[in-house]
């Protein structure tokens, strides 16, 4: 087997194994789902089911583990003569692009996270992460030190923000704005230095 044959049946695994604890729990509900509910639904093992997720609420959730390094690599790889906000608003315009792209998991899925509290936790702390990793990276880009200089990790944070409330405003316009438009209006915000909304 081919090495990009090998990826694309992990990928359809790791999909399947998504839409099937999301869907499950869309019906029944998150207490009511179990793993081997879920690997059952995709027609895999439940052995096979923790080779890709490391539990329910993950499978659930069906986020990448390759988008943060995916996010960084795009972000380093951006022209230099862009600031590195500009930067980041590139990489996370491309981000929200893409997702908006799939139009049935994405919104299925802010769903079901609005659903369960315990999720939204879970979503939280992946996204903590993710703004970790990527502050490293604004530190590389602007020779600044994660953790002890703010800027590095405040920009990873505003950047965290602003597709966050993107997101609920999708999820509240019922998915039919663009989601990419949703996210440049907060980084315009943002970069305005969110002056007062006009009464």
Same mark, same amino acid.
């Given at each position: !087997? @081919?090495?990009?044959?090998r990826e694309r049946k992990k990928l359809a695994t790791r999909r399947a194994l998504h839409e099937a604890a999301l869907r499950l729990v869309a019906e029944r #509900?998150? &207490?009511? *789902?179990?793993?081997?509910?879920? $690997?059952?639904?995709?027609? *895999?093992?439940?052995?096979?089911?923790?080779?890709?997720?490391?539990?329910?609420?993950?499978?659930?959730? #069906?986020?990448?583990?390759? @988008?943060?390094?995916?996010?960084? $690599?795009?972000?380093?790889?951006?022209?230099? =003569? %862009?600031?590195?906000?500009?930067?980041?608003?590139a990489v996370a315009r491309a981000q929200a692009a893409e997702m908006a792209t799939d139009t049935e998991l994405w919104p299925l899925r802010l769903k079901v996270?609005?659903?369960?509290?315990? +999720?939204?936790?879970?979503?939280?702390?992946?996204?903590?992460?993710?703004?970790? *990793?990527?502050?490293?990276?604004?530190? %590389?880009?602007?020779? @600044?030190?994660? #953790?002890?200089?703010?800027?590095?990790?405040?920009?990873?944070?505003?950047? #965290? *923000?602003? !597709?966050?409330?993107?997101?609920?405003? /999708?999820?509240?316009? =019922?998915?039919?704005?663009? +989601?990419? &438009? +949703?996210? &440049?209006?907060? /980084?315009?915000?943002?970069?305005?230095?969110?002056?007062?909304?006009?009464?």
């Open positions: !087997m @081919t090495t990009g044959l #509900g998150l &207490d009511a *789902v179990s793993v081997d509910d879920i $690997a059952d639904r995709a027609n *895999v093992s439940p052995r096979t089911f923790f080779n890709y997720f490391s539990g329910k609420d993950d499978a659930v959730l #069906g986020l990448d583990p390759d @988008t943060s390094p995916r996010q960084v $690599a795009a972000f380093l790889a951006r022209p230099r =003569d %862009e600031t590195p906000v500009q930067a980041l608003r996270i609005d659903s369960h509290p315990a +999720l939204l936790a879970r979503l939280a702390a992946v996204f903590g992460e993710g703004e970790r *990793v990527l502050a490293a990276a604004v530190a %590389e880009r602007t020779g @600044t030190r994660a #953790g002890a200089d703010a800027y590095p990790t405040l920009l990873a944070g505003v950047a #965290g *923000v602003a !597709m966050r409330t993107a997101l609920h405003r /999708w999820f509240a316009g =019922d998915f039919t704005a663009a +989601l990419p &438009d +949703l996210l &440049d209006e907060a /980084w315009d915000l943002l970069s305005a230095g969110l002056p007062a909304p006009p009464r």
